[in-house]
Nanobody, 123 residues
């Protein structure tokens, strides 16, 4: 399994970035996918999910600013991030998900996360 996130960089507060995550080594189409992030000194947290059918959900901290999408033909999941804030600074990762009706019980499926992509929001 490979999960290759890309598209990070340095952006000013209020700016936008679009992250991509190319997945391989498993059946992508039937899997729910998600984006996680880990800020310095903090635990990794789930920020957005998308089901195989395209239904989405978001952490409260990013709702209304981030949009997750997927292209099954390209085995790729995206995260459009708008109105970025300094507190969005983190390494961002994607993973396949074991969904739950409770946000706190959603779990990543694969143990190999890949290097992630660093997003730095700073003036």
């Amino acid at each position: 399994v490979q999960l290759q996130a890309s598209g990070g960089g340095l952006v000013q507060p209020g700016g936008s970035l679009r992250l991509s995550c190319a997945a391989s080594g498993f059946m992508f189409r039937p899997r729910a996918m998600g984006w996680y992030r880990q800020a310095p000194g903090k635990q990794r947290e789930l920020v957005a999910t998308i089901t195989s059918g395209g239904s989405t959900n978001y952490a409260d901290s990013v709702k209304g600013r981030f949009t997750i999408s997927r292209d099954n033909a390209k085995n790729t999941v995206y995260l459009q991030m708008n109105s970025l804030k300094p507190e969005d600074t983190a390494v961002y990762y994607c993973n396949a998900l074991a969904l739950s009706s409770s946000w706190d019980l959603i779990r990543p499926i694969f143990g190999s996360w890949g290097p992630g992509t660093l997003v730095t929001v700073s003036s």
